[in-house]
């Protein structure tokens, strides 16, 4: 299997938050295999979303069912070294602010923003830390399953103090349980009989609504979410979709989202022109637009500053041919704030 690197990402250089470093894109990812052939129309194969940077398609997104299940799971992927991330601390999780960065996102944030997704469990569940803006808000956990995110806004998923470790440019740092994927297998502890050791679900069932985060072995960002999944599952898409290590984010309906964003050239993110990965989740692309969100998020945005091909590409006019936005719009928001 891959060997895990311990940072797979952009050098940072001394750029500032989400500055471009001169780099090529990453290929974009091959089509994925069906666990249960025949695929059904669209498994597998990828779609662009969101808006382009600088003329390229920085996310890509598509379903997938898991193995012994006939329900679709999503799954984004994400080009890290043309998107940048950044962390948005909850008043719930992990509370303790006032924080810079928190909902509603702001204009100028929405002004480059591609995607967002949900976080982790409260942290009296999270059996790990949590460090933002420099500030340590719960002590960080030798071992834990760790979102990393650096100075430059690129982004690294792994065991703390094994594959990632405390730098003088990680940013934010977010751990969540055990890691689910490691050395691109799923980990002894994803296929635990005791389910309940991640997480507790509504209707105590082990197949529940989950999400996961990983990272290629180019260092690729990776979303997975679906319903009725249990935690094996959810760590054979994230492998299956090319994750050398991986972590499962929050669970149960009300707290799993992923939303694109693909406004008009030179206008703002917003529920409006938002679009849901899957379109049964409960919350939706205004969800990240709303002061009552209490959960962390994590926002991925377009780097600043144009790529040599992109001025190339300007400069002869062209213009990316690829379908558009295959997600679901969300429609007008149907759903109640959740309680717990």
């Not at 440019?169 to 009989?193: H, I, K, M, Y």
């Not at 969800?287 to 001025?311: H, I, K, L, Q, Y």
Request: hydrophobic share 40%; aromatic share 8%; glycine share 10%.
């Amino acid at each position: 299997s891959p060997s895990p690197s311990p940072s797979p990402r952009i050098p940072v250089g001394g750029a500032s938050v989400g500055t471009y470093v001169a780099a090529r894109r990453l290929p974009e990812p091959a089509p994925l295999a069906a666990f249960s052939p025949p695929a059904l129309p669209g498994e597998g194969s990828w779609q662009p979303a969101g808006r382009l940077v600088e003329e390229m398609p920085a996310l890509y997104e598509t379903t997938l069912r898991p193995p012994g299940s006939s329900e679709l799971a999503g799954v984004a992927w994400l080009d890290t070294r043309l998107l940048a991330a950044r962390l948005y601390p909850g008043d719930i999780s992990p509370s303790n602010g006032p924080w810079l960065y928190r909902a509603p996102i702001r204009p100028s944030a929405a002004r480059s923003l591609v995607a967002a997704f949900n976080g982790g469990f409260k942290m009296v569940e999270a059996d790990g830390g949590f460090y933002a803006h420099g500030k340590v808000v719960v002590p960080l956990r030798t071992g834990s399953a760790s979102l990393v995110i650096y100075s430059n806004g690129s982004v690294n998923v792994g065991a703390w103090g094994r594959d990632v470790t405390m730098t003088r440019d990680v940013v934010d740092v977010r751990q969540n349980l055990v890691p689910l994927v490691a050395g691109g297998v799923p980990t002894r502890e994803a296929s635990t009989a005791y389910w309940p050791a991640w997480g507790s679900t509504i209707g105590n069932v082990a197949s529940q609504w989950r999400s996961g985060l990983g990272v290629t072995a180019d260092g690729a960002l990776v979303y997975v979410a679906g319903p009725r999944l249990d935690p094996l599952q959810l760590a054979q898409l994230l492998v299956r979709a090319g994750v050398v290590r991986g972590m499962q984010l929050d669970i149960n309906p009300d707290w799993t989202v992923f939303a694109s964003f693909d406004p008009a050239a030179g206008s703002l993110a917003s529920p409006a022109n938002g679009t849901k990965l899957l379109p049964t989740t409960v919350q939706g692309p205004w969800t990240f637009f709303e002061s009552w969100w209490a959960r962390d998020f994590v926002t991925m945005s377009a780097r600043s500053g144009p790529s040599p091909r992109a001025r190339a590409e300007r400069s002869a006019a062209t213009s990316c041919p690829c379908r558009r936005g295959t997600g679901f719009r969300s429609g007008p928001r149907t759903t109640s704030r959740p309680t717990r």
